[in-house]
């Protein structure tokens, strides 16, 4: 009986590490109950060590999904699944335009701001947001930063 038990284990395990190379969760099922399998004949044999052989067996399917993991990075197809380089200002990334004709120009609050709305700057609508202050529909603002698509107002001071 121990043998078909250790026999049990080794496939599944053999199966849940090949799931990372060909998924579909068709192996790692099989896997997985081949070590349940495994676990359920090792309790039957022995009842007074069933204890361990549920522990022994929890940690051979983690080091085994660890092992599977760390060989799966080190494949050609593990490299598709990381980023192999950052994506930096030097380098030419840009992740939003700034539109930096936008600066100290005045505009219409078209929804509330609270803190975030919409506003128009008499040729278009813009999402802003404004420094954490509830600002009315209908006020006059002023645009006070432009970071790629954020763009902060603050209200015109009116004398």
Same mark, same amino acid.
């Given at each position: 009986?121990?043998?078909?038990?250790?026999? #049990? +284990?080794?496939?599944?395990?053999?199966?849940?590490? =090949?799931?990372?190379? %060909?998924?579909? *969760?068709?192996?790692?099922?099989? @896997?997985?109950?081949?070590?349940?399998?495994?676990?359920?004949?090792?309790?039957?044999?022995?009842?007074?060590?069933?204890?361990?052989?549920?522990?022994?067996?929890l940690v051979g399917v983690c080091i085994c999904a660890v092992?599977? #993991? +760390?060989?799966?990075?080190?494949?050609?197809?593990? =490299?598709?699944?990381? %980023?192999?380089? *950052?994506?930096?200002?030097?380098? @030419?990334?840009?992740?939003?335009?700034?539109?930096?004709?936008?600066?100290?120009?005045?505009?219409?609050?078209?929804?509330?701001?609270?803190p975030s709305g919409t506003i128009n700057t008499g040729d278009?609508?813009?999402?802003?947001?404004?420094?954490?202050?509830?600002?009315?529909e209908g006020t006059r603002v002023r645009i006070v930063e432009?970071?790629?698509?954020?763009?902060?107002?603050?209200?015109?001071?009116?004398?």
């Open positions: 009986m121990i043998g078909w038990m250790i026999l #049990f +284990l080794v496939a599944g395990m053999v199966l849940i590490i =090949s799931e990372f190379f %060909l998924p579909g *969760a068709i192996l790692g099922g099989l @896997g997985v109950l081949l070590v349940i399998i495994s676990t359920v004949l090792g309790v039957y044999s022995y009842p007074g060590y069933g204890v361990f052989i549920v522990i022994g067996e092992l599977g #993991f +760390l060989l799966l990075t080190r494949t050609r197809a593990g =490299s598709y699944l990381r %980023l192999g380089h *950052a994506q930096t200002a030097e380098s @030419g990334y840009v992740s939003a335009a700034s539109d930096l004709g936008l600066l100290h120009r005045e505009a219409v609050v078209l929804t509330a701001l609270r278009k609508r813009i999402d802003a947001v404004s420094n954490g202050i509830f600002i009315e432009v970071h790629g698509s954020r763009v902060v107002v603050e209200p015109v001071e009116t004398v």
